[in-house]
């Protein structure tokens, strides 16, 4: 069984080459490295590590660029991380023993820890540090799993779920979450996922301050739009991860923030719920391909930077 690593990328030459150079540092012997890179300028990738398959692509979109790597990659399995992420050394290989000592699990998400430590009173984004292993083989809450930034897939998995939602995900339409949507895709179609603290990586906490809460902002807008595309979709289960958002991850922050006098909860809250309320509302006019639970953007893959609702690049 071999693996394929994919790393999507847009105008952060310096991240993508620490990501790079860490996995260089894999002794795996399975590992094919794919880099879709959708920079405005071609970077000299390739001369990190002669397992590095170097894609240009004048797309514009992290969940495109996935999709664009999956397609043009190899491994029996398909594993990814961000270019802000240093994986360790041993992440190919961990991702290869779990998926061969566990044949009944499709997908795995992996621990993700902080590269450096945060600057006091700032939130660490998309860490995930518990210990202890679980398997997953119902719908829940798709953010229990982990993140998109250290997940892996058997490659059947993509015949049967499809691709990445190309109008979700950072440089598309409706900012964020296709990581979530595509988990959650998957344990709708009945595969298992197995959470692992074997397969690591360590995630670069590089923005502060206003940069901070305009993540949280494409978060909460990508998670409402996510839940009402499940909703169109007659999935009355995507009603409680709304729940969940408006209560356990939003108002619940808001209270605590108002009873420990702690501004920034009550603006984590409100964020959550408000702009929660944004994706819907984004979303609600977005054609849907209903057996494919996937939004029918139009501009998907192909805006420029200047022309994309989001404007930003890659988010995660």
């Excluded at 041993?90 to 600057?119: C, H, M, V």
């Excluded at 670069?204 to 494409?218: N, S």
């Amino acid at each position: 069984m071999n693996i394929s690593a994919l790393v999507c990328t847009r105008n952060r030459p310096e991240l993508v080459r620490g990501c790079l150079e860490a996995m260089a540092g894999s002794p795996c012997p399975d590992l094919e490295i794919v880099v879709v890179d959708q920079s405005t300028d071609s970077a000299e990738l390739a001369a990190v590590d002669r397992r590095i398959r170097y894609i240009h692509s004048a797309t514009v979109g992290l969940s495109r660029a996935r999709d664009i790597g999956v397609q043009q990659s190899s491994g029996d399995v398909v594993a990814f991380t961000d270019d802000d992420c240093v994986p360790d050394k041993t992440w190919a290989a961990a991702i290869l023993k779990e998926f061969a000592e566990n044949q009944d699990i499709s997908a795995i998400y992996g621990r993700t820890l902080p590269y450096e430590q945060a600057r006091r009173r700032e939130r660490q984004v998309a860490i995930k540090s518990d210990a202890e292993r679980r398997i997953f083989s119902r719908r829940c809450n798709p953010w229990r799993l982990g993140h998109g930034n250290n997940m892996a897939f058997r490659r059947r998995v993509f015949e049967v779920v499809g691709p990445f939602d190309e109008a979700l995900g950072p440089g598309g339409l409706l900012r964020n979450c296709d990581d979530a949507d595509f988990t959650y895709r998957l344990l709708k179609a009945g595969f298992k996922a197995l959470y692992s603290p074997e397969p690591l990586v360590y995630h670069r906490q590089f923005r502060h301050g206003e940069d901070l809460w305009r993540l949280e902002r494409g978060y909460s807008i990508g998670a409402g739009a996510l839940c009402w595309k499940h909703l169109r979709c007659g999935d009355k289960y995507a009603l409680k991860l709304l729940l969940d958002r408006w209560g356990k991850a939003g108002a619940a922050h808001i209270i605590y923030g108002l009873l420990t006098g702690k501004p920034t909860h009550i603006r984590l809250g409100w964020y959550r719920i408000v702009y929660s309320i944004m994706g819907m509302w984004k979303a609600r006019a977005v054609p849907i391909d209903v057996s494919r639970r996937v939004f029918l953007d139009p501009g998907a893959g192909g805006r420029s930077n200047e022309q994309s609702l989001c404007g930003h690049m890659y988010s995660q």
